[in-house]
């Protein structure tokens, strides 16, 4: 089976042609074929530029079962199809007169000539499919955060941060502008389009925020989005990590992730009628989020560190509920200017995740609500952060897992968060994040042999 950009004629696709001639205006000499694991690793295979044809018409083969959660050995061969319209020269060159450029792919099935079921990037295409067959389009705008740490001698990471700035300060404080700048200018160059950058509460922490797309190319966007900061950040000498929690006792790391549905050109979130301007639809698929919180919370919280970031007190939201106000509950509703920003907020994912899965997830869990007609509470306009265990009982309000072992056993019990992943992820996620968490829990901390080692 040939891939989709070639045409019937044996010709490529006019997105695809556009690449090609791009190709050689640039001076591009390598291409970088882009894919992500189960995990959210991204994977790439590296052709020479006068391959982008043959990408393009029959894709170009690899070895499968060399990645995490793909296919045994024995169902091994899979394909490469490049999305053309994912086309971007790096932003970082070899030297001045060629050119590196990424494109990222769909996973074929060798054997059956269709999507590959393990292809996280094919799980978000469902989810989005299913959306469209609701009459919607999925809108997405992540707020992923990062640390910069410095170097040692050997080039290794530390968790020295390399300035002792605050929220919204500046330099002498935040001693990173230059960084923050340069990883702007990159993603620029790359097509993003970037609304603001800041230096965030912890020392060495920071946030670019760039607007909301369509779901897959906001997935594809986070994707690349954490390629170039860390690449930028080497070449400041600095490390940049996308760890939920690095450094204990301050603020960690989230990926707030705002979301929309817009119909027949409208969007569908929003109500003028409504108090918070908010439709019944809106509504319904908070509900669903809210319904299916501790199973999600295993792919958009998806190691052991980032439930060291999800407990009270550190402006992260562990409690299931939402508001128009305060920041502790799980979703709020952001202030809208305009019937078309009228969205939610998801303040819980972490920039650990798989964007494609995260995403996924969620946009089945919320059209799963829409789907049931699910009722949403009244907004928790308090802070729950200051409720008692009573107070929370009153209210209703539950809690996110407070490790990544409960946030498991909640996705085994949720059959609409299974079917979201589809039963391939889902058994290779659940089998990695299993041993990873059993791994944890037969390890002893630095901090248990201070605390015990003498005193026992």
């Known amino acids: 089976m040939t891939s989709e950009n070639a045409q019937p004629d044996g010709g490529l696709s006019a997105e695809a042609q556009d690449v090609l001639d791009e190709i050689e205006e640039e001076n591009v000499d390598f291409l970088r ?3 992500t694991d189960i995990l959210g690793t991204v994977k790439n295979v590296s052709v020479p530029a006068d391959q982008a044809e043959k ?20 169902e091994s061969d899979m394909r490469l199809d490049p999305d053309p319209s994912t086309f971007a020269i790096l932003p970082w060159r070899n030297d001045d007169d060629s050119a590196a450029a990424r494109l990222i792919c769909d996973v074929i099935d060798t054997s059956s000539g269709q999507p590959f079921a393990g292809d996280p990037r094919g799980i978000l295409k469902r989810a989005i499919q299913r959306a469209e067959d609701m009459g919607y389009t999925v809108n997405a705008a992540p707020e992923p955060e990062f640390f910069l740490f410095e170097e040692d001698e050997e080039g290794r990471a530390t968790t020295k941060t390399n300035d002792v700035g605050g929220y919204f300060d500046l330099a002498p404080k935040d001693l990173a502008q230059d960084v923050r700048r340069d990883i702007i200018f990159g993603l620029e160059d790359m097509g993003f389009d970037i609304e603001a950058s800041h230096h965030e509460v912890a020392e060495g922490q920071h946030e670019i925020n760039f607007t909301y797309d369509d779901a897959l190319s906001t997935a594809d966007n986070v994707a690349t989005f954490r390629a170039v900061v860390r690449a930028i950040a080497a070449e400041h000498d600095l490390h940049a990590t996308f760890m939920p929690k690095p450094i204990p006792r301050i ?11 817009f119909q027949d050109g409208e969007n569908a979130f929003h109500d003028d009628d409504d108090e918070f301007n908010l439709s019944e639809t809106a509504k319904q698929f908070t509900a669903g989020i809210l319904d299916h919180a501790e199973a999600l919370a295993a792919v958009t919280n998806p190691t052991v560190n980032s439930y060291k970031r999800l407990v009270p007190g550190y402006e992260a939201p562990v409690y299931v509920a ?21 969205r939610i907020e998801a303040r819980f994912p972490d920039p650990s995740c798989n964007p494609y899965l995260a995403f996924a997830a969620l946009i089945h869990a919320g059209l799963d609500g829409i789907e049931r007609g699910l009722d949403c509470d009244d907004p928790v306009r308090e802070n729950i952060y200051e409720f008692d265990e009573q107070k929370r009982e009153e209210y209703g309000i539950t809690t996110l897992p407070s490790n990544l072992g409960e946030a498991i056993d909640a996705l085994e019990s949720d059959e609409v968060i299974q079917d979201a992943l ?20 037969v390890e002893v901390s630095q901090w248990e042999l201070d605390q015990y080692l003498e005193t026992f």
């Open 422 to 441: 589809g039963e391939h992820v889902y058994e290779n996620f659940v089998e990695a994040k299993t041993k990873e968490f059993e791994e944890y829990i």
């Open 55 to 74: 990408a393009f018409t029959e894709g170009i083969y690899f070895d499968g079962s060399s990645i995490n959660g793909f296919v045994r050995i024995q």
């Open 33 to 35: 074929l882009q894919f």
């Open 251 to 261: 603020n960690g790391s989230g990926m707030h992730t705002h979301f929309s549905l």
């Open 322 to 342: 939402w508001s128009d106000r305060n920041r502790s509950a799980l979703i709020r509703k952001p202030a809208a200017r305009v019937p078309a920003a009228s």
